[in-house]
């Protein structure tokens, strides 16, 4: 009898493997270490272990397209989730989900809240991370929480968080 040889799973590499991409809007400008860091704060204090995140940005028409499609409202918003949780076969990492960023939204935030584009993009991210760690906005117990979040691991990075974002 003849043992059979099992081709061994690969060990998980460290931290959040990020991809962007951009779908109908050109690529905004983003300090991707400050995300990875932000995204890395988050994931260890939720000890989720290494992982891929892959970001979509796109424009209003997109943000409307998807948002309809998915949540059953036709308008833009800021941030879409799209949670996965299987494993990649190729090198072991949670796939933790797909975000949909909108990127005219973050213009006009931006511009409202008086900070820069790429920090608005960066909160955009972290929120839609926070979704994928199981954080909720819809209570307000839950969404305080959840902003108290963002507000601190922005902060680590160097970006000013107001106490209640709308």
């Known amino acids: ?16 493997r990020i991809t962007y991409r951009a779908d109908d809007v050109a690529m905004p400008r983003l300090d991707r270490a400050r995300v990875a860091a ?16 892959n970001v979509l940005f796109v424009s209003d028409a997109r943000s409307a397209q998807l948002h309809g499609q998915h949540f059953a409202d036709p308008t833009p918003t800021d941030v ?11 090198d072991g990492r949670t796939l933790l989900g797909d975000l949909a ?27 839609g ?3 994928l760690l199981g954080y909720d906005d819809r209570r307000s117990a839950a969404q305080r929480r959840m902003w108290a ?8 990075v160097g970006i000013a968080l107001e106490v209640r974002p709308d």
């Open 1 to 16: 009898m003849s043992a059979q040889r099992r081709t061994p799973r690969p060990a998980p590499r460290s931290g959040c």
């Open 38 to 53: 932000v995204v890395g704060a988050a994931l260890a204090e939720a000890e989720a272990g290494s992982c891929a995140l």
């Open 80 to 90: 879409m989730t799209f949670p996965d949780g299987s494993r990649d076969p190729r």
């Open 101 to 127: 960023v909108g990127v005219a939204v973050a213009r006009r935030e931006a511009i409202s809240r008086g900070r820069p584009v790429g920090d608005e993009l960066t909160l955009y991210i972290l929120h």
């Open 129 to 131: 991370v926070l979704h």
């Open 149 to 156: 979040a963002q507000r601190r691991l922005l902060a680590a």
